[in-house]
């Protein structure tokens, strides 16, 4: 088992940067890929993006490619999303998962969730 907690979550406006932080316990952290996603209100939850086990390894959604950076340290049991050039659209309930390998795997792959932050931009 993994238990996840993000954090970070506000209101900003738009062109704004802010950071996600997401932490885990449970399971060994490094041996996990993790990910990003968010829900907009009436949508339903999308990926954001991922990383590996390691951190070598990150993919994106279109939608926030060059924008948006998610890393980790594993020391910290800790990954983060950095969000910059926050637009409106951006809005919504991020959440945190954890894979059970060390790949990226489909989204149907992640198994772990955290309770969710809220990100409000304001244009």
């Known amino acids: 088992q993994v238990q996840l907690v993000e954090s970070g979550g506000g209101l900003v406006q738009h062109g704004d940067s802010l950071r996600l932080s997401c932490v885990a316990s449970?399971?060994?952290?490094?041996?996990?890929?993790m990910g990003w996603f968010r829900q907009a209100p009436g949508k339903e939850r999308g990926y954001v993006g991922g990383?590996?086990?390691?951190?070598?390894?990150?993919n994106y959604a279109d939608s926030v490619e060059g924008r948006f950076t998610i890393s980790r340290d594993n020391s910290k049991s800790t990954m983060y999303l950095q969000m910059n050039s926050l637009k409106a659209e951006d809005t919504g309930v991020y959440y945190c998962?954890?894979?059970?390998?060390?790949?990226?795997?489909?989204?149907?792959?992640?198994?772990?969730w955290g309770q969710g932050t809220q990100v409000t931009v304001s244009s």
């Open positions: 998962a954890a894979a059970l390998n060390p790949w990226i795997p489909a989204t149907s792959g992640f198994r772990f």
């Open positions: 449970g399971r060994a952290f490094g041996r996990n890929a």
């Open positions: 990383i590996s086990a390691s951190g070598d390894i990150t």
